[in-house]
Structure formats: C-alpha cells, structure tokens
C-alpha cells in the first residue's frame, strides 16, 4: 500500500556530546535524530506512541538505513527532521526522512529506514494490525 | 569570589538513544544533560557562548563530576535542567545542577562539577579574564 | 561489611564516536568505561555476570557517582579500568576505580559509584543475597 | 580504480553504553562499530592512520552510508567487524563492511560507506594523494 502519506516535522536539538573530532555532529547521531523525530511523531501525530506498542510487546526495528550527508551540524544548531512513510507493507514500513539545519533552511541530510513489526518475545516479525494502518495512513491534506 | 548566582534552566529532550537495557536514561546521558544545559546558558544566559571561548583558543575541561540519581528519566519524558555558579575560582568555576522531569516536577538527579579554563594549544590551566567573570557574574535579581 | 576486596582490569577501546571536539574522550564516556569494566569483571573475575542478575529480575542501579579526571584519553589510546569493591552494605555496593592510559601507564581518572541491587519490576531495593556476597567478597590475595 | 582489496578484520567490545530499551546494540552504534574497525585498520593494516591526515589537516568525511541489519548482538557479545575498499575514486573512497558476532560467527549487518577525503580548514574534497592510493592498494594476497 502507497498512500501519499503526510510529512511530520520534529526538532531536535544538537548537544554537545553529539559533536565529533571535526566540530561536526557525528555522522550516528543523525540516525539517532532520525529515531528521535520518529518516535516523536508517532506519539504526536500518528496518536500510536512507542509506548503503545511496547505495552502489547511489539516493537519496530530497523532493518535497513540509508543515508545521504550533505552539509554538517554544529554546535548551537537545531535539527528540523521531516519523516513521512513512503511505504507500509505487510509486515514492516518505510519510511523517508530529511534534515535541514532550522537556522539556515539548508538541507543537511536525506535518508530512509525500512523497519520491521516484530513480536519482542518471539524476535518474530508480525503482520501490522489494522489499527496501526488506520493511524498510519493519517494524510493532513485529506483527513 | 562566591557571589549569590542566579540560576537558569534549560529544557533537554530524551532521545531513544538515550534509553537503556533498563528502559531508562542512561546513567551518563546526565552529564550529558547538565552539559547542553550549560552551553546553552553560556550562550543565553551569560552572552558568553562557548563558540567564543574556542574562537579565543580557550575551552572549559571538566575536572571534578559528582551526581546523585534520585529518579529515573524515560522515554517521553523531559528534562528540565537548572544550573548555576556555585564558586567562581581563580582558574575555573564550581557549577551546580538539578534535573527535574518536566512533566511530574519531581527531583531527578543533582550533582556539580568544577570546570578549568584552559589554553586549548598549550592544554594549561589560565586564569579567567575579566570579561568573563564580569558575564557570569550575571545576577537577576540584582542585575 | 569492608573487606579488603581485590582489585580487577580489563582493557577498554577509545572508539572515534567515543571522542569530543577538543579531540579528548568525552567526559561523559569514562562511566561507560567504568561501566563495561565493572560488567565484564562482574562475568570474569567474580563469576557473577548481569545477564544472571537480570534473570533473576535484579539489576544494579546507579545511585551516586563522582570522578576526578587527571589526564586525557585520545584517539588510538586503550583504556586500563581497575575497579574494586569498596564496601559491600545491605542493599548496595561502593565501587571504586581508576582508569590508566595502557600506553603511557599514567593516570587518567579517579572515582567510585555507590549501587543498589534493585527488583527491577518493583523498582524497589533489595537486600543483596548471600550467593552475591559470597561471589564478591573473592580476594585474589587469600581465595 | 576498482583493485582487488585486501578485507581486514577488527574487534570490537559491546559496550553497556550500546545496549538500548530491547537489550540490544542500538542501531547507529554498528555504524560506529565500521568507524572504529575501519581507524584501527587504517593505522595497522594500511600505515596510514587517521592522526597522520589530520597533521597534513584532512579528514575522512562519510558523504552516504547503509546498512543492513540480520541479527542484534547483545551485551557480552563481541563484533568481529571486516572492512575492505571496494572503489579508490578520484577524491574519495567506497569501505565495505561485514559484521559478525565472534562467538557464533554469524552475519550480524553488512553495508557500506562512502568517504571524501576533504580539507578541513577550506571543507573542500581534494584528490586523494598517491601516497594514500600506494598504502591503500595493499593486498595481502600478492604484497
């Protein structure tokens, strides 16, 4: 299922651990902004927060990342992170994100993360309920 | 010189990167907390941001660190951080710290650490120049 | 109850991600060095892993912890951790440490971190049993 | 230039500090896991490490990354981590990567980067130099 779904927006703020040897933000730390923004909209905007899945021992995880860096976070810097899925299938999901520097507009990295709904007890993945299809497929544009 | 110094707070978001096998913040996410905390009023706080002090081949190296842990911080939650100058020292500063879970107002974590002021190239010790103890002398309830 | 409890090593790799913008360790990863020391000797040294604690729904939380950093870790540089048991109380332990550079063998951080055994579904401190007493009280001087 | 490079292999320590909320190594640290296999490498395998570029005042910068992910590791595990040059380009280079668990020796992630060789007073790309391609066309089989 390809619904053109709507793109959310979180910020995340730099913190001085997140800097590097080069004055840079770490090039890890965008996937954890990535997450951040993730986890966030889930809660915020899909209304199906971490939590809630946790609470019926399911979880995502990830199983292929990609990233594009194209100019450097510093120190002092803000994150805007937009994340929309691209894609939800049978039993996992992929979605899409960009990171643009919040001061200067400029796009700092692209990227995209397949995740698979997996049964904690068992690692086993899981089909994606119904419930989390409808919440999933929030579009802003046509709600 | 042990003036009354006035305390500021900063809000820091928990990232999932922070969690660990326990569900909880990391034990040394805190030092990283109490840190964003504190650059963040240098820069606001006391117009003396840390991009200045490196711009001058000086940095603030941290020397001594004690925490107490109070209660744990998770995922969605987020902290409130309050820090202020406890001593200004010839060569350093004594900066003490609560963190408090924003959402229940509840103790987290206390703690201080004891900063040096160091010439970056030589790694020395210097003593603090008048402009800086002038800016952290910052009082708000005496400004 | 203060035995003198024997002391412990392991080795620990400074990791580029583990290194701040002044190119120094970051201050916050010398608890995790202390922390991967303290879990591998828990395994090692005293046959007394966390994996067996967390089977038991037990876990070893942090309550207080202080350090004094003396020297700098680098890129390239191996971290020496020896930790010991400093007092063995009712419901925690007093562990103390030192981190050494293996190269240079200079001293790089001192400290110690106070932990209470806790059930980790009840959240609440518990007496430390006998198995772990017996298992922690090893003296390498007299076993 | 596309030669047959040699693969190296590095090991790496699970650090408590890797360990998420699943209890397992969280997923921007395998990214770090390649970044650590892949400076040790440099400096023993291939004589040229990362130190001696920053004294000529270049770095690596990763522009793209990706990763897949086939089984966690956990805490207590080790990652056996290979990394061999796919592409030496004109200022840059393609690294991939296997990582394995020591202990069962299976496929725990695979994936590869792509570094630019840049400048970092000016961050501009520069050519890679000829004594970078001569030790990095190291191959063990016909040395």
């Known amino acids: 299922?390809?619904?053109n779904h709507s793109e959310f927006q979180s910020c995340v703020q730099v913190r001085p651990d997140d800097i590097d040897l080069f004055?840079?933000?770490?090039?890890a730390k965008y996937l954890d902004y990535f997450l951040a923004a993730r986890f966030e909209q889930m809660q915020k905007n899909y209304n199906c927060g971490m939590d809630e899945f946790l609470s019926k021992g399911l979880g995502w995880f990830l199983q292929d990342f990609d990233i594009s860096y194209k100019r450097p976070l510093k120190l002092g810097d803000t994150a805007m992170v937009y994340t929309?899925?691209?894609?939800?299938?049978?039993?996992?999901?992929i979605v899409a994100f960009?990171?643009?520097n919040q001061q200067s507009n400029k796009l700092v990295a692209t990227g995209k993360g397949k995740?698979?709904?997996?049964?904690?007890?068992s690692a086993r993945s899981v089909a994606i309920p119904d419930w989390v299809i409808e919440r999933y497929s929030i579009n802003i544009e046509n709600p």
Chains 1, 2, 3, 4 share one sequence.
């Open 1 to 3: 299922m390809s619904l």
């Open 23 to 27: 004055g840079h933000v770490h090039s």
């Open 84 to 93: 929309n899925i691209m894609e939800l299938q049978n039993n996992g999901s």
């Open 98 to 100: 960009r990171i643009l």
């Open 115 to 121: 995740f698979a709904l997996v049964d904690i007890q």
